[in-house]
């Protein structure tokens, strides 16, 4: 029997660093990337697929900036739903077209998708997360003036808007998600995170500006979705502890204790594989199987023959 499993890509996926950021350059990248994805199905799992959109969101801020006195320019949140749609219809084309050259027929829907957060979540308290493009010290205070924006010095190369990253509630449509999979549909969801969106008082919701994890709501849309497997892509192999030491180790098939006592030992950094080994982490204590790996090994990991395996 094959497991349902949320296969989680990140943007190296869709667009590689130094990149430029084309439609065909991007389409060529998703198209490599649901070309394994196909192959995973073909072994008789059940997939929905989340992704990353930050280049994507940053390039259309961007657009938004460099066209503001002829176009008003929209919120993030609208921004977040505007890459989650051009990404959804790449990766949505690319499957289709690949299932159809291994002789499936499985459908495929790439749905846009809400992610609820808490609006007294501690991170809209301190934003951290950077967007968009760099700015003098100067253009950032003025704009932080008039925007009312949080700006923040980004590592020596300039300054930027910084928004909150709260955790995410709930994924805004898992039950149909689930529905879907468990009649065999591919589905493409909850990418760059979901669109956040806070409950008000008399159950309505709202967009809000802030960026979510794509790990953590990877995590929370396979816990909704019962999924049986969460896997987590990355440009890496493997996950490895004391990394770039002289004593480097990659992990191989590990219990939930080992990966714990690595993450209190503070083995994975906050900016890097932090975020994933939680959500990986999480997973596996709910009884799953958590899988980190390189997105060229990813039908080998999900037979179990490659990357970093968690397990309860």
């Known amino acids: 029997m094959g497991e349902k499993v949320v296969i989680a890509l990140g943007g190296n996926a869709i667009l590689q660093p130094k990149q430029a950021a084309t439609y065909e350059n991007q389409l060529e990248n998703v198209n490599k990337s649901t070309a394994i994805i196909a192959r995973i199905v073909k072994n008789g799992h059940q997939v929905i697929v989340t992704h990353g959109n930050g280049p994507q969101v940053g390039n259309i801020l961007r657009q938004n900036e460099e066209a503001k006195d002829v176009v008003p ?36 829907v790439s749905m846009l998708t809400q992610t609820e957060v808490d609006p007294d979540d501690a991170a809209f308290d301190d934003p951290s997360k950077p967007i968009g493009v760099f700015y003098s010290a100067e253009e950032a205070r003025k704009l932080a003036n008039d925007k009312g924006w949080v700006v923040k010095e980004d590592a020596g190369r300039g300054w930027r808007r910084v928004v909150a990253s709260p955790y995410p509630k709930s994924i805004l449509g898992s039950a149909l998600i689930k529905s879907l999979t468990d009649q065999g549909t591919i589905v493409i969801a909850s990418g760059g995170g979901g669109i956040p969106v806070v409950k008000q008082q008399d159950g309505t919701y709202k967009g809000i500006e802030a960026v979510i994890d794509k790990d953590r709501s990877g995590f929370k849309l396979a816990e909704e979705a019962q999924a049986d497997a969460l896997m987590i892509l990355t440009d890496v192999s493997n996950v490895y502890i004391n990394y770039g030491k002289p004593n480097e180790k990659a992990l191989g098939t590990i219990s939930l204790e080992e990966a714990k006592r690595y993450q209190q030992e503070g083995q994975f950094s906050a900016g890097s594989m932090g975020p994933k080994m939680e959500a990986a982490i999480q997973f596996a204590e709910m009884g799953g199987r958590a899988i980190i790996c390189s997105l060229n090994e990813a039908d080998l990991a999900m037979e179990g023959k490659a990357g970093t395996q968690i397990k309860r």
């Open 73 to 108: 320019p929209f919120p993030l949140d609208v921004c977040s739903a505007e890459s989650q749609g051009f990404i959804g219809y790449m990766m949505d084309q690319t499957l289709k077209n690949e299932l159809h050259k291994l002789g499936l027929s499985n459908e495929v």
